[in-house]
């Protein structure tokens, strides 16, 4: 997926039972999903489509190291520099929930929140 920073790049389901968002989203949504490597991840990470196309991933966190990653949707905004903006949320009086972290397959993320409490997903994709 191609995007320019500022724009969405991605959504992606945390969660501590894949299997059962796997069999809800396939029944609301229509889903296919299979299961691909990431990296050290015990667990596979589950790529959703639709009509052959994807549109969401559910990754398991019930391995998390950090206590703080909450079950849910996280949605990845694309930014030039990850690492930079995690130091400007702390400035800004945010939290990083999960460092930057490089994924093979899709560039280097982190989780955020800001300073109200609310979770955002940053990504510097490989490809942008």
């Not at 800004?92 to 989780?111: E, F, N």
Request: net charge negative; aromatic share 6%.
């Amino acid at each position: 997926m191609k995007t320019q920073p500022g724009e969405i790049h991605w959504c992606e389901l945390m969660t501590r039972d894949p299997k059962a968002a796997e069999s809800y989203f396939a029944a609301v949504a229509g889903w296919q999903s299979r299961a691909i490597a990431m990296g050290e991840q015990t667990s596979p990470y589950l790529l959703c489509e639709a009509n052959g196309h994807p549109v969401a991933g559910i990754m398991d966190i019930s391995d998390a190291e950090n206590d703080d990653l909450d079950a849910g949707w996280t949605t990845f905004v694309h930014v030039e520099d990850v690492d930079r903006v995690c130091a400007r949320t702390i400035e800004l009086g945010g939290h990083v929930v999960r460092k930057p972290t490089d994924i093979d397959l899709a560039g280097r993320v982190a989780v955020v929140t800001d300073p109200t409490g609310a979770r955002i997903g940053l990504i510097t994709p490989n490809d942008g």
